[in-house]
């Protein structure tokens, strides 16, 4: 009969701790969080607030945490000794103290460790402590501090009658960068430039720099860029045709002398082993998962014992670790050891008693992972090995070269670069690729092949990608590594974001409640702003700061003020199209069996930016815009718009399929009478599959598209 009880949050490490601890150990799970703030009280709060102090009342989230409860309570009942290993963060010491006030707990020991394996867990075991009280006051900080500002805000939202259904402290600061990025691709005027160029016999290409005059007095600064942030080359801009027209005369009339060779070795350091934000936005380049995948999958890795602990935002990793890397170099790679462990800048605000992602095991098989792992979940395993072992390696070197040429008084550059010692990129490659050039001595004529120019046009800043707003979130300060991926599906949920093209784009919906919002409690959506709160909230983690006095006092100094002020902008904000009980807005069109009024459904991917559908219980009926009779029309019948393949033979390509790299036909096809081409893999049997299904690629104006993967040439993985 066991004598102790394990208490954890997820039920998917049971079996693991089980067979780690023995008979003698009970394991039961909480499912996470097992009490929540009440509904009742002021707006429903669940607490009460005042100019000094807050006082909350709690309850069973729910039926499910009402029989977790019950459970455990029976579970307690039949031990001597209670032991919680909830999560070791603010969120896991904020459900170990609820579980201690639900279960009307002692005395109970807490423990936490990185990694489900047996020397972490029983060395665990061995330490116990208390629950730390400042950052369980931390997190209750955090659960007031949301309630009290979606509670309270998104009232003011409804009284729009747009549709909008809440605000967030979070939520609304992350919506805000999306609408800023789109309100400056809305403004964004293309401005038409040059690009101006030679190529050489001896085997190069350079770019136009400039008069010499103009390089002498200026001197280009130095390239300081890491080689995978580069640009392609390109040369200085020049803004008229007639310009490039007559440096390329220039070119053709003058010979061409080499002015100077410069060389320089630089050398890369190797990246930091993975925190939360950035396994979410490397998983999201390279194997296409969304933050909310990411997690998912990193958590079955860490129940499994696999890697550490998934959120965190500290890139330290245990002396252990460090020296078990050091091992397998001095086994498998002696020329990458480096002379001393690699440090890795700390990000301002890491909660440094927590390790960085991490595999438990760096010499465990893969070919055993592979057989014992989904897909998805292997190749996130690899990464982040590849990526834990690139961060012990010695930095790789970098030879740099640059040739200046001159013909009149025009100067030309090129630039090249050769990796001399790979380093860590035998393991983690984020290097451009090799730029190779001649050896040429100062002074030498060099003989002109071509001289030319490509009209270009500036493109708008690009929309954020599920990846890119965690970046932009985590630089800003906006939010901590548990809270990005479910902010993000929050905006999906309340329509106020879309994907489209594989970038989150603001709807109608999500501009207006940002405008609203900027004009109404604009602090809250300034990052900054946000920033400090969360820099408040660790301040309490650290026992710097009294929760209640600094709740009380946001509240009375700035909150309770700024509704106040709020409230006087709402009558000019004000939709004047009805709503439907559910918050959508009403069209005037009738629906065609009921004749009541069509709510307007925001949608990116149709004419008018929303489609209509019933919702006075007529089932399924929608209409959408047709720009050709101008009218609003029922779908057409399924398989009626979809791609007509022609009887024509598919034609082989060169490209490959971004499922399984085989290579893709070109079909041709017809819709709504015109002739279009499309790409999918060649391989029959499967295109069944439901990941092949998605792999097509449209012709459009600026190349083959793919809704799934992007631009063809965005579309394979390479590493």
């Known amino acids: 009969m066991p004598s102790k009880l394990l208490i954890v949050e997820s039920p998917g490490k049971i079996k693991k701790l089980s067979q780690i601890l023995g008979s003698d150990w009970l394991v039961k799970a909480s499912v996470g969080h097992i009490r929540e703030l009440a509904s009742d009280g002021d707006d429903s709060l669940g607490f009460d607030i005042d100019s000094r102090s807050v006082r909350c009342r709690f309850i069973a989230r729910g039926d499910r945490g009402a029989k977790t409860i019950q459970g455990l309570k029976a579970a307690v009942r039949q031990v001597k000794t209670v032991v919680l290993a909830t999560d070791p963060d603010r969120e896991g010491e904020t459900i170990a103290w609820h579980l201690q006030e639900a279960l009307n707990l002692k005395n109970p020991q807490r423990v936490v460790y990185s990694e489900i394996t047996p020397n972490a867990v029983r060395a665990a075991i061995a330490q116990p402590r208390t629950i730390d009280l400042d950052m369980v006051n931390s997190g209750l900080c955090r659960t007031v501090l949301d309630k009290l500002v979606g509670y309270r805000g998104s009232p003011l939202l409804w009284q729009l009658q747009n549709g909008a259904k809440s605000m967030g402290r979070v939520q609304s600061a992350a919506l805000h960068i999306l609408c800023t990025r789109e309100r400056e691709i809305q403004a964004f005027v293309p401005q038409d430039y040059w690009s101006v160029f030679v190529d050489y016999a001896e085997g190069f290409r350079a770019y136009y720099q400039g008069s010499a005059a103009e390089t002498s007095e200026e001197e280009a600064p130095d390239d300081a860029a890491h080689p995978s942030e580069q640009s392609a080359p390109e040369s200085a801009r020049v803004t008229s045709e007639a310009e490039a027209n007559r440096l390329v005369e220039i070119a053709q009339q003058h010979p061409h002398r080499i002015t100077s060779v410069e060389g320089k070795t630089t050398n890369r350091k190797p990246p930091p082993p993975f925190i939360t934000s950035s396994l979410q936005q490397t998983a999201g380049s390279r194997l296409r998962f969304s933050p909310e995948q990411t997690m998912k999958v990193a958590q079955s890795l860490y129940e499994a014992g696999l890697i550490t602990y998934m959120r965190t935002d500290s890139t330290m990793l245990s002396p252990e670790f460090c020296a078990q890397a050091r091992q397998w170099l001095e086994s498998n790679d002696l020329d990458n050891v480096p002379a001393k462990v690699a440090q890795h800048r700390k990000a301002k605000g890491a909660q440094e008693a927590h390790e960085a992602i991490r595999p438990t095991d760096i010499y465990r098989p893969s070919a055993d992972l592979k057989s014992q792992l989904s897909a998805d979940a292997f190749s996130l395993y690899v990464m982040i090995w590849k990526r834990a072992i690139a961060s012990q390696c010695k930095p790789a070197q970098v030879q740099q070269t640059k040739i200046n040429t001159q013909s009149s008084s025009v100067c030309w550059q090129a630039k090249g670069q050769v990796v001399i010692f790979p380093g860590y990129t035998r393991y983690w490659n984020n290097l451009k690729a090799d730029a190779e050039l001649p050896r040429l001595p100062q002074g030498q004529v060099v003989t002109l092949q071509q001289a030319t120019h490509e009209q270009k046009q500036t493109q708008p800043p690009p929309r954020y990608s ?217 391989d029959t049997k499967a295109r069944n599959q439901a990941k092949h299904k998605e792999a097509v690629y449209f012709q459009t104006d600026s190349g083959w598209w793919s809704p799934k993967h992007g631009n063809l040439e965005n579309s394979v993985q390479k590493d």
């Open 466 to 682: 599920e990846p890119k707003l965690v970046q932009m979130m985590e630089r800003k300060g906006i939010g901590r590594p548990s809270t990005y991926a479910p902010t993000i599906q929050t905006l999906k949920q309340r329509l106020y974001v879309e994907m489209a093209k594989g970038s989150l784009l603001p709807t109608a919906l999500g501009l207006e409640v940002d405008a609203f919002l900027k004009e109404a409690l604009p602090d809250l959506l300034e990052a900054s702003f946000t920033a400090q709160m969360e820099q408040a909230l660790d301040q309490i983690a650290e026992g710097k700061e009294d929760w209640q006095r600094y709740l009380s006092g946001w509240n009375q100094e700035y909150f309770i003020p700024a509704l106040t002020k709020a409230q006087q902008v709402v009558p000019k904000h004000i939709s004047s199209t009805p709503v439907s009980r559910s918050g959508k807005a009403l069209s005037k069109t009738p629906c065609p069996q009921c004749q009541k009024p069509m709510a307007k459904v925001p949608s990116t991917k149709v004419q008018k930016k929303y489609f209509l559908k019933c919702v006075s219980g007529c089932e399924d009926v929608v209409l959408f815009y047709s720009k050709y009779s101008k009218q609003w029309e029922p779908p057409r019948a399924k398989g009626s718009e979809g791609p007509k393949l022609s009887s024509a033979k598919a034609t082989l390509t060169e490209h490959s399929c971004p499922v399984c790299q085989k290579q893709m036909e070109e079909y041709g096809y017809e819709k709504d009478g015109k002739a279009k081409k499309l790409l999918r893999c060649s």
